[in-house]
C-alpha cells in the first residue's frame, strides 16, 4: 500500500502531483498545510476521521469477497 507525504510550496501554497507517479485509485488529503497521499485498498473502506474540523486520522479497512 502506497503511502506518501507530498510537499507544498510554501512560497505559493501550491500542490502539484504529476498523475503518471500515483496510483490509480488512491486520495489525497489536506489538513493543515500538510498533504498525504494513500493508495485505496482494492476491497474495504477508508475512513477520515476529523475533530473539530481537522483531519485527526486515517484509517483502512480491508476485505476480500468470500
Known sequence: MSMENLEIDTRTMQLTVDIMDIPT?????????????RELPT??????????????RMRREEGEEF
Not at 29 to 36: L, M, R, S, T
Not at 43 to 56: L, W
Request: net charge positive.
Open 25 to 37: 485509485s488512491c486520495v489525497i488529503v489536506i489538513c493543515d498545510g500538510k498533504a498525504k497521499l
Open 43 to 56: 476491497h474495504g473502506e477508508y475512513k477520515i476521521v476529523t475533530h473539530q474540523g481537522k483531519v485527526k
